[in-house]
């Protein structure tokens, strides 16, 4: 490989999906990873962690041949294997579940460790063709986007790049310091160039929060009935635009007389904000019109996170925000691709009357629970790619008594030996974004991207298309995409999508999938028949659990709510350093977060004689976990933040945090209630 620059598209699960350009050494390792200057979102700027991402490709962990297991499962033993040998085993066992036990025993399991399309979805074409289980993914935005879809509609709005031109802008359960970093550049000139207010919701401090103007620190699950208190403040200080309702909007009288009975001090003791903490946030809020608020991901991770991201999404209509420039709200772009993905995912192939199983109840699923398998087979083989469910999935204890069934045969494909592989029978090396082409969509902006191969593969590190394609010709199955490489995957794709083909792509790096002003902001309308901003939805479209939804905006009663025996209220929000559970292999990442600590208020450390520095030990019905303690005033009495998703490892009695997350679907359409636990604390 020549020295010099490459370019490609930060892979991992961000919003962001940086246009990256990479230091090429002249013996074939990366240096510096910098943020392209010319694609107007990413600006130049990327996350720390990816900067240096040098320490994770060139890494000495790097899983460098196939692997199998030699000893019993979880003993960590494993000897070296070809690839034919490995690749030869995978198929027969695949064939021999299936014949013995049905296809839908066996179960495709990824996500989007990489979120490049190719790499990523190319084990769905497997899937269908085999006609194995089918993977209901709710592991991230199941839970919000059913509340966005709920009253806007369309995946997509106004560019988060006008957040520029913002007069007031509101983070809303997300916290992009760690989660989104060029969100903050863009915030930041808002305030630099027009002297523009930022108001953040969050439990916790954060450090999004501790630069806001403003920070509503609500408890955690309460958001729906903040927003609508806030909307009776906008109805009562007439801080609504009736015209734009009369226009947009689905029945704004029927919300009028809702809200009218949910005043600030309905909700002040639901969220344990003041009742001047309300009004003030709505008065602020209703008083500026070019008014964005950002909705997280991370507010929606509660049981009724759906209905609460639903409620927060109707602040904009009730102001009108939608209208202008800067104003409305930002979450996610993805209906604006418009991808033939046949070659890729094998979506021609998909058969609806297969089994579908919730990624999310992974834990459940494999050890048996009939709520999930309905009376199809149990789960007899999973094929793994990108994703670490061992550490990441709510309910982990379940998770890893299903992977240890000695029933189950479990294929792992991975960069490194995260937990999930070591409990695999079979582990396969796979590349990395900078040894593999693929193509890009963005979740937080409009922007469809590729990302060429830039540096030979590690070792024998293969990417997911290649080990797909040498299961599928092993296994006999037929579709034209398994005769593709990635690249002409990606060609196919663009051409038959309308977008050109790949080497136009590569020679433009990016196209912008934005549309105009007027469809952007709504101005032609919301998505659904009539175009209008729904405050009353139709959740039975959005998802089979819908019957406990609100009619109207609302709060719903149904988290996990503290209670004699489980007084504390659990937030397991992500980590700087980390993203999700990469990096936590790196030096300067480890280096830099410690170890897995628990943020308590003062007071209730006091009252319960926890010290700083010292342990805590942190439980409910699951089983408990012990971290150490940080005395921390950011929050409300009677919450407990434990930032990170670290390996299981990483604590003392080899059980994550996520141990103590529940596998509840959330309604209408099922999600994981991350931040939606109560828990006890003692001494440890
Ligand atoms: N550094 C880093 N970056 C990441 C990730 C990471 O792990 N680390 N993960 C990536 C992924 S997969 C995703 S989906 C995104 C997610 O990014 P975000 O949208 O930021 O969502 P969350 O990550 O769940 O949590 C964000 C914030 O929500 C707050 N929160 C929790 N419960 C509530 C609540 O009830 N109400 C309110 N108002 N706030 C609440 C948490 O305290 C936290 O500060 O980030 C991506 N980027
Ligand atoms: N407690 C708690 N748990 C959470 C969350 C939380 O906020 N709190 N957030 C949740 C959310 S939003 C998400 S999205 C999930 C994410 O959970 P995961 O999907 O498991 O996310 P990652 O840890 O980023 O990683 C995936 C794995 O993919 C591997 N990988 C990357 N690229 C490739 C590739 O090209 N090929 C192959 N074969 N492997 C690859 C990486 O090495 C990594 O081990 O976690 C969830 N879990
Ligand atoms: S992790 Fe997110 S912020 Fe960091 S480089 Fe990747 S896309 Fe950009
Ligand atoms: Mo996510």
């Known amino acids: 490989m020549p020295e010099g620059t490459a370019f490609s598209v930060c892979p991992h699960d961000c919003p962001s999906a940086c246009a990256v350009d990479v230091e090429l050494r002249a013996d074939g390792r990366i240096g510096t990873v910098r943020g392209a200057r010319d694609l107007p979102y990413t600006a130049g700027v990327v996350c720390a962690k990816v900067a240096r991402y040098a320490e994770r490709v060139h890494h000495p962990g790097r899983l460098a041949t196939p692997l199998r297991r030699a000893g019993p499962k979880g003993s960590g033993r494993f000897e070296p294997v070809s690839w034919d040998a490995a690749l030869d085993e995978i198929a027969a066992r695949l064939v021999e579940t299936a014949r013995r036990d049905g296809p839908a025993a066996v179960w495709p399991y990824h996500y989007a460790g990489t979120m490049g399309l190719v790499q990523r979805e190319s084990l ?8 194995w289980s089918r993977q209901h993914y709710t592991i991230c935005s199941s839970i919000v986007e059913a509340g966005w879809r709920a009253g806007v509609g369309h995946k997509f709005g106004p560019h988060p790049t006008e957040i520029a031109e913002s007069d007031l802008v509101v983070v809303w359960g997300a916290n992009p310091v760690h989660t989104q970093v060029n969100l903050m550049h863009h915030i930041a000139r808002a305030r630099k160039e027009r002297g523009a207010q930022l108001v953040v919701v969050d439990p916790y401090r954060t450090p999004t929060a501790a630069q806001a103007d403003l920070h509503v620190m609500p408890r955690p699950g309460t958001d729906g009935a903040l927003a609508v208190a806030m909307m009776h403040v906008l109805f009562a200080d007439d801080l609504v635009d009736r015209a734009y309702l009369a226009r947009y909007a689905d029945d704004p009288d029927r919300l009028a007389a809702h809200v009218a009975d949910r005043p600030p001090a309905w909700a002040a003791p639901i969220t344990g904000l003041s009742v001047d903490a309300i009004v003030a946030f709505a008065r602020l809020y209703g008083a500026t019109k070019r008014s964005m608020i950002r909705v997280g991901y991370g507010f929606a991770r509660s049981r009724n996170g759906a209905a609460a991201a639903h409620a927060v999404t109707c602040l904009p209509t009730l102001t009108g925000a939608w209208a202008h420039k800067g104003g409305g709200a930002t979450y996610s772009y993805t209906d604006l691709y418009k991808l ?6 094998g979506n021609d192939r998909l058969d609806r009357r297969v089994r579908i199983l919730d990624q999310s109840r992974i834990g459940p699923v494999l050890t048996g629970d009939r709520r999930d398998l309905g009376d199809g087979p149990p789960v007899k083989a999973l094929v793994i790619q990108n994703t670490n469910p061992l550490a990441v999935a709510p309910d982990t204890g379940l998770v890893r008594r299903g992977f240890l069934r000695e029933d189950l045969f479990t294929v792992v494909h991975e960069q490194f030996m995260t937990e999930t592989a070591a409990l695999a029978d079979l582990v396969l090396p796979a590349t990395t974004f900078l040894e593999h082409d693929d193509l890009y969509i963005s979740l937080g902006h409009s922007h469809l991207q590729i990302g060429p191969r830039a540096i030979a593969p590690f ?53 912008d999938c934005q549309p105009e002003f007027e469809r952007a902001h709504f101005l ?14 139709d959740w039975a479209a959005l998802g089979p659990d819908h019957a406990a939804m609100p009619a109207l905006p609302d709060h719903l009663a149904n988290t996990d709510e503290a209670d004699a025996r489980r007084p504390y209220r659990l937030v397991t929000a992500p980590s700087r350093n980390y993203l999700n559970t990469s990096f936590t292999e790196t030096p300067t990442s480890q280096a830099r977060e410690g170890r897995p600590t628990a943020k308590i208020h003062p007071d209730d450390c006091a009252a319960l004689g926890l010290v700083a520095d010292g342990r805590v030990r942190i439980g409910n019905d699951k089983g408990s976990v012990v971290v150490a303690v940080e005395p921390f005033d950011g929050l409300q009495r009677g919450i407990v933040i434990v930032e990170g998703i670290w390996p299981n490892a990483a604590f003392e009695e080899g059980m994550g945090i996520n141990l103590l997350v529940s596998a509840d679907p959330a309604p209408p359409n099922g999600g994981a209630v991350f931040h939606d636990t109560a828990v006890w604390l003692r001494p440890a």
């Open 124 to 131: 769905n074409r497997l899937r269908h063709v085999m006609g």
């Open 340 to 345: 033939d993905r046949r070659m890729i995912d």
């Open 459 to 511: 070792a024998e590190a293969r990417p997911n298309q290649e080990v797909v394609n040498a299961l599928a010709a092993r296994l006999g199955a037929d579709h034209p995409g398994f005769a593709m490489s990635a690249w002409e995957a990606i060609d196919w794709t663009l051409r038959a999508s309308g977008y050109g083909d790949a080497e136009d792509l590569r020679a433009r790096r990016w196209l």
């Open 524 to 537: 032609t309308g919301f998505g659904h028949a009539d175009g209008r901003f729904r405050f009353a939805p």
